[in-house]
């Protein structure tokens, strides 16, 4: 029921937009802005390029225009629109996703506690599309239903992906 | 209420940063200049999944009813030109009267089923009373002398 009616919200918000309100971006950006951030850091593992595909979903859901009117899951279509945003970025700068998680770590800040900062190097290990999935069910909230769409795979394969990484990141932190 | 297994809850309380403050003040000037100025009242109609639905019920309906009127009740008929009682009634006398004549069976039937089939099209072919009076299509009459 809440989610019925955080839809209708959004889908109101996405039509002021498709008016030309400027206020509509702030108040989707305050709604989603740290779903899709988390997103992008699961997909990029950068906090620099989940910032740059943030901004470049709200640039894009903007001059979309009339388009908007035919959107049922606003959440939904934005996160799918960060998924192909990352695509996009990962095709263009030639880099293996399974390779790109290496480098950071995401969202560790300084003085982290130290059980944070374990679960947070076991997710930077796992690979994109299982710490997507992850970041997805656990942190946004998603279901694997959802989660198959955005990513575009099915939902059998996205709990595939989520059984993965769950047995991973047990074995990464001990619990077994 | 979130619910989950010890991992998930481990996880959960570990949490994600959130993006930087200064990202919605980013985002809003880059986002703000591409948005369109408004849109026409046939673009909202267009792109409204609520007028799609309509249109999409309204031609259903109207090949529901054109099918519903093709459906063939046996061999050559259809709703439209399934004979009436006073029909049945007249290609029965038409082939009891064959039948007394002396006629053959299947030859009695025959006359029966051109009998009906007549009497099923009144407009087309005429009409003929039982006192002998002939109704043309035209609407004009003929005397059976």
Same mark, same amino acid.
């Given at each position: 029921?809440?989610?019925?009616?955080?839809?209708?919200r959004?889908?109101?918000?996405?039509r002021?937009?498709?008016g030309?309100d400027?206020a509509?971006?702030?108040?989707?950006y305050?709604?989603?802005?740290?779903?899709?951030?988390?997103?992008?850091? #699961?997909?990029?593992?950068?906090?620099s390029?989940?910032e740059?595909?943030?901004?470049?979903t709200?640039?894009k859901?903007?001059?979309?225009?009339?388009?908007?009117?035919?959107?049922?899951?606003?959440?939904?279509?934005m996160?799918r629109?960060?998924?192909?945003?990352?695509?996009?970025?990962?095709?263009?700068r030639?880099?293996?996703r399974?390779e790109?998680i290496?480098?950071e770590?995401?969202?560790?800040?300084?003085?982290?506690?130290?059980?944070?900062l374990?679960v947070?190097?076991?997710l930077?290990?796992?690979?994109e599309?299982?710490r997507?999935?992850?970041?997805?069910h656990?942190?946004n909230?998603l279901s694997f239903?959802?989660?198959?769409?955005?990513?575009?795979?099915?939902t059998?394969?996205?709990?595939?992906?989520y059984?993965?990484?769950i047995d991973r990141?047990?074995?990464?932190?001990?619990?077994r | 209420?979130?619910?989950?297994?010890?991992?998930?809850?481990?996880?959960?309380?570990?949490?994600?940063?959130?993006?930087?403050?200064?990202?919605?003040?980013r985002?809003?000037a880059?986002s703000?200049?591409?948005?369109r100025?408004?849109?026409?009242?046939?673009?909202?109609?267009?792109f409204?999944?609520?007028?799609?639905?309509?249109?999409?019920?309204?031609?259903?309906t109207?090949f529901a009813f054109?099918?519903?009127?093709?459906i063939?009740l046996?061999?050559?008929?259809?709703f439209?030109?399934?004979?009436?009682?006073?029909?049945m009634?007249?290609?029965?006398?038409?082939g009891?009267? #064959?039948?007394?004549?002396?006629l053959p069976?299947?030859?009695?039937?025959?006359l029966?089923?051109q009998?009906l089939l007549?009497?099923?099209?009144?407009?087309?072919?005429g009409?003929v009373?039982?006192?002998g009076?002939?109704?043309?299509?035209?609407?004009?009459?003929l005397?059976?002398r």
């Open positions: 029921m809440d989610a019925q009616r955080e839809d209708r959004d889908r109101e918000l996405l002021q937009l498709a030309g400027a509509a971006i702030g108040s989707l305050d709604r989603h802005a740290t779903a899709l951030f988390r997103h992008g850091l #699961a997909l990029s593992g950068h906090a390029d989940a740059d595909l943030v901004q470049a709200f640039v859901l903007a001059a979309r225009g009339p388009l908007l009117l035919g959107v049922r899951r606003p959440a939904s279509y996160h629109m960060l998924h192909a945003e990352w695509i996009d970025l990962a095709r263009h030639a880099v293996a399974e790109s290496e480098g770590l995401p969202g560790v800040q300084p003085g982290d506690a130290a059980e944070a374990d947070r190097r076991a930077a290990a796992l690979p599309r299982q997507e999935v992850v970041v997805l656990v942190f909230g239903r959802e989660i198959g769409r955005i990513a575009g795979v099915s059998f394969t996205t709990a595939s992906r059984r993965l990484a990141l047990r074995l990464l932190l001990g619990e | 209420m979130m619910l989950g297994t010890p991992i998930e809850n481990r996880l959960r309380s570990a949490g994600l940063t959130g993006p930087p403050p200064d990202l919605r003040e985002v809003i880059c703000v200049p591409r948005l100025p408004g849109t026409t009242w046939a673009e909202q109609i267009w409204s999944g609520r007028w799609r639905l309509a249109a999409l019920a309204l031609l259903f109207v054109d099918a519903l009127d093709r063939p046996g061999p050559g008929s259809s439209a030109d399934r004979p009436g009682p006073v029909a009634e007249t290609a029965q006398a038409a009891e009267a #064959a039948r007394q004549a002396g069976g299947d030859v009695a039937a025959l029966e089923r009998a007549a009497a099923s099209q009144p407009a087309q072919n009409r009373s039982i006192d009076q002939v109704t043309l299509p035209d609407g004009g009459e005397e059976n």
